[in-house]
């Protein structure tokens, strides 16, 4: 599950770039809040690096969330605006820190995580 502030900058990670790196221009992010189907789509340019990064691991997409509603919303990434390539769930609200994030110091090597 996925956790996003309701209003401002917000950086969502994800391993969609896997595979696709060559062949990729743009992402879409499609938010539908499950109760009133309300509907926030963001597109992310993976040439701006304001808004797109990535390492072998994962990818960081930034973007500035101005969502309606807190709750449960539906996710999809659609590469290139078509192809669809992960759908999921997130929880938008006022206040998302409510897990420890471990971060590992050598964030190149897929093949070693380290706790702090």
């Known amino acids: 599950m996925i956790y996003l502030t309701k209003t401002g900058s917000t950086t969502l990670t994800s391993n969609?770039?896997?595979?696709?790196?060559d062949t990729v221009t743009t992402y879409l992010l499609k938010f539908t809040h499950i109760m009133s189907q309300d509907v926030k789509t963001y597109t992310?340019?993976?040439l701006d690096p304001a808004e797109y990064g990535e390492n072998d691991r994962y990818c960081e997409l930034v973007f500035d969330a101005n969502f309606t509603y807190e709750g449960e919303n539906s996710l999809e990434i659609y590469a290139n605006g078509t192809d669809l390539v992960y759908t999921g769930i997130v929880i938008?609200?006022?206040?998302t820190e409510t897990f420890v994030q471990y971060t590992s110091n050598n964030e190149n090597n897929s093949n070693y995580i380290y706790v702090e």
């Not at 938008?92 to 206040?95: A, D, L, T």
């Open 92 to 95: 938008v609200g006022e206040q």
């Open 16 to 21: 969609v770039n896997k595979n696709t790196r």
């Open 44 to 46: 992310i340019d993976v």
